[in-house]
């Protein structure tokens, strides 16, 4: 049963369509969506404003490796390194304005070089 978080900036492109797409780090417990399972999409989960935002539940189509390397740059699993052109299209899918914030965010949060799961419905 995977179940998807959201900060509250970002509910309303989930809830709206726009935002498709996920990353996520990898899970201790090996536990990590795979394509064709039903997610589970909320904000504020743990508290008292916990909301569903998608209904009906949606279906992972793609659960895909990712690597973000300052050097190298962006590769995803069966696509190869992103060229920037590319790079700009899944910032924007993933919710951000430009490459820049989308970068920054994931080496603030997670640090690079940083592995994790490119999760779409």
């Not at 900036?9 to 795979?34: F, H, M, Q, W, Y």
Request: aromatic share 12%.
């Amino acid at each position: 049963m995977p179940l998807l978080g959201f900060m509250k900036v970002n509910a309303p492109k989930v809830e709206s369509g726009e935002k498709r797409c996920t990353i996520r780090a990898l899970r201790k417990d090996k536990r990590d969506p795979k394509r064709g399972e039903t997610l589970y999409i909320y904000t504020g989960l743990r508290s008292k404003s916990c909301r569903k935002l998608v209904t009906p539940d949606p279906v992972c189509k793609k659960a895909r490796p990712i690597w973000f390397d300052s050097r190298a740059g962006v590769f995803i699993q069966d696509v190869g390194y992103l060229k920037h052109t590319e790079l700009e299209s899944l910032a924007k899918a993933d919710g951000f304005d430009c490459v820049k914030d989308f970068i920054e965010f994931f080496k603030k949060k997670h640090g690079f070089p940083f592995r994790g799961l490119l999760i779409e419905w």
